[in-house]
């Protein structure tokens, strides 16, 4: 959410940081709202203030004897009071509408962030390995020969867009869970949660896909949604709290399943895993003073590659335009796994700097120092890893001449075989 300060103070500072995602954002209306609400509110509170006044002159007023004065200041107080009383509905009712305007209003991009309006536009940062050479066949074809996804099945029992994981193929997509919760709690100090997959409708709004992007998410009550990602249930373990300095940076890791409609992308990367509506993700969160929030994202993306530099996975960085950003965030940088079968670059992770957005939101805030004033912290995510196109790239990359699969090493303890063959 947007510091209603900001707003009322550098509103073209916000209209410039919406053109410049490329989205559109009700700000006309909240500033007749607002002016609407400001000047309501100002006329009630010189209500209050002018009934306070008059109430302090009926006690003088009768200690002087004046007991006709006494009552009409009592009447005038009490008419007073009562404009207040009145009035209270219509301030709590332009308040909430004033809320659910800012709810729908996108995060301003930070000034590093590159114009744009497309993925075409985006900024490669950096790359790292070797891009594969030779022929490949798509991963589809590789799971196919080894036995190791079937999509026909997973289609067959709960609709497009779902995959069943068989054999290896399972046992893959266990390792590559495992391994990569393992690297980030023990190699990059994370702390580790195995959250819920189901929050309720704060949750959601505390992190930002609701109320605007509830037609992706998998609603399963009236007040319950599947996760679309862990990002959501582990931000919010901290909603409606106050931390102290000293417990920030705060560095959490949580596998979970992800579940999203994705109602926005419909036929597009449709073959094979590319593109699921279930898929399994190791999330990286962390919480950190403002000051330190871009030094924490750089890391953060630090963190999210080594796991791919330890596969020996060629990749690379780009930094988002802002055109291509989502709705919350301040900072993108995506990191793309190249899948030879394919002959492509595929997203695996996207990693951001949300600044206070998501915090004021969900009113997580910290003290720098006992009964200081509570600040909104910067919140950051990313994945450390998404599963599919992670185990899509490894079987289109790996795949020997002779038809098996070379795993990479860190892989081999977990899978129990340095090579996985037809059989």
């Not at 450390?384 to 289109?396: N, Y």
Request: aromatic share 8%.
């Amino acid at each position: 959410m947007i510091d209603r300060q900001l707003l009322r103070n550098n509103l073209d500072q916000v209209r410039a940081g919406v053109a410049k995602k490329h989205m559109s954002a009700p700000l006309d209306e909240w500033a007749t709202v607002y002016a609407e609400f400001n000047a309501f509110k100002q006329e009630l509170e010189a209500h209050q203030a002018e009934s306070n006044r008059v109430s302090k002159t009926i006690g003088q007023l009768m200690g002087q004897g004046k007991k006709e004065e006494a009552e009409a200041a009592k009447i005038e107080a009490k008419r007073l009071s009562d404009l207040v009383a009145a009035g209270e509905p219509r301030a709590r009712e332009l308040e909430t509408r004033l809320t659910d305007l800012e709810l729908s209003i996108p995060n301003v991009p930070h000034e590093s962030v590159p114009e744009g309006k497309t993925a075409e536009e985006n900024v490669v940062i950096r790359t790292w390995g070797e891009k594969p050479t030779g022929e490949f066949k798509p991963h589809w074809d590789v799971a196919e020969d080894l036995k190791m996804i079937d999509l026909e099945r997973g289609s067959k029992i709960s609709g497009s867009g779902f995959v069943v994981y068989t054999g290896w193929g399972a046992r893959l997509q266990r390792a590559l869970i495992n391994f990569m919760v393992d690297h980030q709690t023990t190699k990059n100090g994370y702390y580790e949660i195995y959250p819920p997959y189901v929050v309720n409708t704060a949750s959601l709004i505390g992190t930002g896909q609701l109320p605007k992007f509830e037609e992706d998410l998998y609603k399963v009550d009236e007040d319950g949604y599947l996760i679309p990602t862990a990002e959501v249930p582990v931000t919010n373990l901290y909603r409606d709290e106050i931390l102290s300095a000293d417990q920030l940076t705060v560095k959490m890791a949580a596998f979970s399943g992800c579940f999203r409609k994705e109602a926005g992308a419909a036929g597009k990367d449709t073959r094979g895993i590319q593109r699921v509506h279930q898929f399994d993700k190791v999330e990286l969160v962390k919480m950190c003073l403002p000051e330190n929030s871009y030094d924490e994202l750089e890391s953060l993306v630090a963190d999210a590659e080594s796991v791919l530099q330890a596969l020996g996975m060629h990749y690379r960085v780009v930094l988002l335009c802002g055109g291509d950003m989502s709705f919350s965030n301040a900072k993108c940088y995506d990191l793309e796994i190249w899948a030879p079968g394919v002959e492509k670059y595929l997203e695996i992770s996207s990693c951001s700097n949300f600044e206070s957005f998501q915090a004021r939101r969900a009113n997580i805030r910290f003290r720098r120092e006992q009964g200081g004033k509570p600040e909104f912290c910067h919140i950051l995510n990313g994945s450390g890893l998404a599963t599919p196109r992670l185990f899509a790239s490894i079987l289109e990359a790996c795949l020997q001449p002779d038809g098996s699969l070379l795993l990479p090493e860190p892989l081999r303890p977990y899978i129990g075989t340095d090579r996985i063959v037809k059989g």
